[in-house]
């Protein structure tokens, strides 16, 4: 398996941060926003943390697009790889005439940042950090997809993003995600057991095409406690 004809590298790109709008204010803010952080952190250190998770991470981003797809009953074919994506993912790609996979990763030294604050029984601290890695991750892939169409030139509509892992998809189909593209540029491995390494990275799909219709997420049906949608 590999990647195919029909696969077309959108974009691989080393990612400054202030330049998709992770700044140290949106961080400060989506920190203070979190209950009760502000009651136990003083302005001070929260930006002192904010610095210190900027001058950790090392963002990155791989997008590529397969122009064809097709969404059956409880599956996703893809380049003749079929995926159990089942009825809830799918209901998010009725209507796609592509899908767009995508990879990003913030790098492994966060990782590296929160384990000596856990053990340095700093919890809120490595709370915190934990908190704005999980969340900057998404919003590389948020600046990205919403600017699909003006990026890349394509005047259609953008589908919800899915994941292996939710909604019923079985984690281990990371594994035939990762298969679809040879040669990944972006730092990202895949252990046997489908866990990403750096942790603090995503990767998933989503679907195109001028008759998409985009939907909202059906969490109030989903039994995944720990969610990241659940969360934003």
Avoid at 35 to 45: K, N, P, T, V, Y
């Amino acid at each position: 398996m590999g990647s195919g004809k029909d696969n077309t590298l959108l974009t691989y790109q080393k990612v400054i941060p202030s330049e998709i709008g992770i700044t140290p204010t949106k961080l400060f803010l989506l920190a203070k926003a979190q209950a009760g952080i502000s009651e136990i952190l003083a302005d001070e250190q929260i930006e002192s943390l904010v610095d210190v998770f900027l001058n950790s991470i090392s963002p990155e981003v791989e997008l590529h697009r397969y122009k064809s797809c097709k969404v059956i009953k409880g599956e996703l074919i893809l380049n003749s790889i079929r995926f159990g994506t089942g009825n809830i993912i799918n209901s998010h790609l009725q209507g796609a005439e592509g899908i767009v996979l995508f990879f990003a990763t913030i790098g492994g030294k966060i990782s590296q940042e929160i384990n000596r604050l856990q053990l340095s029984n700093e919890q809120v601290e490595a709370f915190l950090i934990d908190y704005l890695a999980s969340e900057s991750v998404e919003l590389i892939i948020d600046y990205f997809q919403n600017k699909f169409a003006t990026i890349f030139g394509m005047q259609v509509i953008s589908g919800n993003r899915v994941s292996p892992g939710y909604c019923g998809w079985d984690v281990s189909e990371q594994q035939k995600l990762f298969s679809l593209v040879n040669d990944m540029r972006i730092g990202i491995k895949l252990t046997e057991s489908s866990l990403m390494i750096p942790i603090k990275s995503i990767s998933g799909l989503w679907g195109f095409g001028e008759k998409l219709k985009k939907k909202e997420y059906n969490c109030n049906k989903c039994e995944e406690a720990m969610c990241y949608k659940k969360f934003r």
